[in-house]
């Protein structure tokens, strides 16, 4: 993947967290949000990250935006940093013997 897209779905897990923290701006009204937004964020997710990777961390963000209180976790970023940082093959380093 291109640098520019990589950094796009950066921007792009950036937005959709901020999305995810709306819930806390309207007290009672933003919990109800939270019903259309965790499937939504669950979809989002698995088409932003393909594969079994993208399935996991589409459940995660689905837990994590259905559950009361665990809004503040930044799910999207931390699926991006996940794997273009934690991941990469450029950030691993190997160890000859």
């Known amino acids: 993947m291109n640098k520019e ?3 796009q779905k ?3 897990s950036l937005l959709f967290d901020a999305i995810g923290y709306v819930s806390y701006l309207i007290p009672g009204l ?3 949000s939270d019903i259309v937004w ?3 964020s ?3 997710m698995t088409k932003m990250y393909k594969g079994n990777k993208g399935k996991v961390a589409g459940a995660i ?3 994590e935006e259905a559950m009361p209180g665990l809004d503040v976790i930044p799910t999207f970023t931390l699926m ?3 794997t ?3 991941s990469s093959k450029e950030s691993k380093t190997t160890i000859e013997v």
Request: proline share 4%; aromatic share 30%.
């Open 61 to 63: 963000a689905f837990i």
């Open 80 to 82: 991006w940093l996940y």
């Open 30 to 32: 933003g919990e109800l």
């Open 38 to 40: 965790a499937p939504a």
């Open 10 to 12: 950066l921007a792009l």
């Open 42 to 44: 669950a979809y989002i």
């Open 5 to 7: 897209k990589k950094y």
């Open 84 to 86: 273009y940082v934690f």
